[in-house]
């Protein structure tokens, strides 16, 4: 068994790579004033496209998410009750119920002194149906008080999961190697992840005991919250609600930091294990400690900072990856595991003087992941980039495709984007395939042999004809998404070369031999297929029903009747 761990750890070694040269952190809103000791970045699953930015101080800020907005606003000011003396004390956490839309209601888990006692709490509080920019500290229901034993490892983290119910994490009380035993404690709160149940009531308090939960209904006087146990401190966990999984960054004493998949009544091993190693006397047999995923030495971080699940569309390449920090080292990386397989770890990004503190990262309504610094002064929020690749965020609508009725088209289809240079000869210098969302009218085209430049964006679909941007081109650049709309104005096109289908210009449809003009040509493929009832994906069958009939013609014999053919510079 040894001999396997040790290859295990070894493989996990050999498996770390970097790609520094590729990925960047980038400021995602430039015009923002600094945040001071940020330590929570989420969004308020509503609709509204807004971030929260929570201080350890007491402050939560709200802004609209967009590249340019240049101010914000304060959701709620606890300054005046959360701890003030900074270290591993104060506001910690910050989550918004899934039903927020309706209901207003937010959590936070914070510490706050009384009587020179430390003591950690979970509250509810709603925010104002007239200013939903706004909260009042008096509508706060207090839910768990629980007191700390020391003044540090008070964990912090608040979320709800795919289930419903609202997950907490406390540290294992403080001081140093746990000398009370609380992690493998079944009778404390401390150490330990605890889901409870925020839509009802039970027993004089403010939540109920999910009746799944491993420790419901026990006679040992376990506490019921109980979902996992034996953590150091868990400061960041997050779920990815693709697979359900619920990932925990642990916060190591002396020698290694862990990341765990959290599950159901599981035992991680502190503190009688620090990563995959005995910890102190090697006390395990028969104890059934679940080791962590993955493990990195003190010779590469000090303090890790868990992290989201990459499910967002800007990096393709990191999609199904967990990205996390360390802290103290100002490192970022992304962690592949597939349940089977030791994790592969690559390391994105590093601030190479260890001075740009990771307090926490946060995703916003399109799952793409930000990064939190943390400071007093220098306190802001971070997006990663792919410095190597150039994004167009593409808007496009196909004549036929499009439904008046609905706004959007009757199908997803896929549309290749060339680019060319601005300036004769128009070399084609990159392309790319997307697929345009048949709502939203969207595609993502990732380009990484253009330099950053000019370019006509040239579309091409199977038949449709092909179609120029705008006279002189556009700017396209490395580690930058640029938005073009074909949609709003014809003049987007070269030779305003569109025909406008309900509220939005579509490029036209019918050329199918794809040679630049719809002509008789097409017309006789058309007309082909009509009379043979011709069903299914095919070029001719450009209403995007999957037949070919007499919609597919009428488009054709108008197109042709008034010449349509591609123009270009």
Known sequence: MKIKLFLLLLLSFFSVTNLFSQYQLKPAFPNLSNFSYPIEMVQAFDGTNRLFVAQQRGLIYVFDNSPNVSSKKIFLNMSGKVSASGGEAGLLGLAFHPNYENNRYFYLNYTFDSASVLFSRISRFTASSSNPDTTLPSTEQILLTLQQPYSNHNGG????????????????????????????????????ILRINVDSSANGKNYSIPVSNPFYGNLSGYKEEIYAYGLRNVWKFSFDYTTGKLWAGD???????EIDIIEKGKNYGWNKM????????CDTTGKGFVRPVHEYPHASGLSVTGGYVYRGSLLPGLYG????????YSSLWALSYDGINPTTNVQLWDSTNNTFFISALGTDQNNEIYVVRYGLTL???????NSAVSTLDLKTSIQGFYNTGNNSLNIKDTVKVYLRTAAIPYNIVDSAKSVIDSLSLKGLYFFSNAPTGKYYFV???RNALETWSRNGGDSLKRALVTAYDFTNDSSKVYGNNEIKTGSVYSIYNGDTDQDGVIDASDLSNVENDVSNSTSGYVFTDLTGDYFVDAEDLAIVENNTANSVQLIRP
């Open 157 to 192: 983290k608040v979320s709800f999961g795919p289930d419903g119910y609202l997950y907490i994490s406390f540290g294992d009380g403080g001081s140093g190697g746990d000398p009370d035993g609380n992690g493998q404690k079944l009778t404390t709160l401390l150490g330990k």
């Open 274 to 281: 620090e990563g995959f190693h005995c910890y102190g006397t």
């Open 251 to 257: 916060v190591g004493q002396n020698a290694y930091e």
């Open 459 to 461: 579309l091409r679909h």
């Open 321 to 328: 990856k967990y990205l996390f920090a360390d802290y103290q």
């Open 379 to 385: 306190g802001a929020i971070y997006k990663i980039v």
